[in-house]
């Protein structure tokens, strides 16, 4: 099991010894251009844990965590506390500061990677750490190196069609041709292994589904999942209500619906499943939803 270390005297490029302030100012500023940069999400996402690791400011370290309000730190807080001896007074103010902002820089990269739910965590260890001085110890890492591996491997789940699977490919193999390598030879290789699975398991669903969907019931199925960006709630109450207007379902009763989505890990065990109902026709069926249906039913 890899480990990784901290020291909170340590720093990496951020901070100079002599003007915490002024480097905390400057911490702030990187974040916000980060924040307005187009990069994706995970981009941005290691890159403000980056800047957090060399926060030494309270202020700008709750500020930051206010980012990612999907992930719940009051246990974790709690956690850190019982291990920095408060009553032997061993830290400044700025040290105490800095361990909860490197322990929660890396709890959000885990959290990161360990969601959503149903994808393959072989590569993740659960989060634990240690505080021995000046020192603080994970037992595992949480890297961009490993967060590459981890989409790679959990590709299926990430990415939703051919195009993003072709252009993630070419993305790696432009990196390999541009540093003369063969770096990503591997992961180009398991990639278009994945991509020709992709194909072949929505033949595979479609042909074990037409007890649910009638005629081109299951494509359509499959195009709103792939262009919807809504909670799964929002989008699967649209794509079964609409189905159903249409008449391109055999059954339509929630419990059934439900199932088959289960059964293809399309869902898990949402929330939303003990309301026992999908959204109703008056309330899902929007003009908004219903233009961005009608494009992709023509295409």
């Not at 403000?48 to 930051?64: A, C, G, V």
């Not at 000046?134 to 051919?162: C, P, Q, R, V």
């Not at 994945?194 to 009638?214: A, H, Y």
């Amino acid at each position: 099991m890899a480990t990784q270390k901290f020291n909170i005297t340590s720093f990496k490029y951020l901070i100079k010894k002599n003007d915490k302030e002024n480097d905390n100012k400057t911490i702030f500023y990187a974040i916000k251009k980060v924040l307005n940069s187009e990069e994706e999400y995970y981009s941005k996402l290691f890159a403000i844990t980056e800047f957090m690791l060399e926060i030494t400011n309270i202020d700008l370290l709750e500020s930051t965590l206010t980012l990612f309000k999907e992930i719940e730190f009051k246990l974790l807080y709690s956690e850190i506390g019982n291990k920095i001896n408060f009553k032997q007074k061993l830290y400044s103010e700025q040290e105490v500061n800095r361990i909860y902002a490197i322990v929660y820089a890396n709890f959000i990269r885990y959290s990161c990677l360990v969601n959503p739910a149903n994808i393959d965590n072989e590569l993740i260890n659960d989060f634990k750490f240690s505080v021995n001085f000046k020192e603080i110890i994970f037992t595992d890492n949480y890297t961009f190196s490993k967060l590459s591996k981890h989409i790679i491997l959990n590709a299926g789940k990430y990415l939703k069609s051919e195009l993003e699977f072709k252009r993630l490919i070419k993305q790696l193999s432009r990196q390999d041709l541009i540093n003369d390598s063969n770096t990503y030879k591997n992961y180009i290789e398991f990639l278009q292994i994945e991509k020709n699975n992709l194909e072949s398991k929505d033949d595979l669903i479609g042909d074990e589904s037409q007890d649910v969907f009638k005629e081109d019931g299951f494509k359509l199925f499959l195009k709103w999942d792939k262009v919807s960006k809504e909670d799964k709630y929002h989008k699967y109450s649209f794509i079964f209500k609409r189905l159903q207007q249409d008449d391109k379902l055999r059954k339509s009763d929630f419990k059934t619906i439900v199932s088959w989505l289960q059964e293809h890990k399309f869902i898990g065990e949402e929330k939303w499943i003990a309301t026992g109902h999908f959204i109703t026709p008056v309330n899902i069926l929007t003009k908004g939803r219903n233009i961005l249906f009608d494009s992709i039913e023509l295409k």
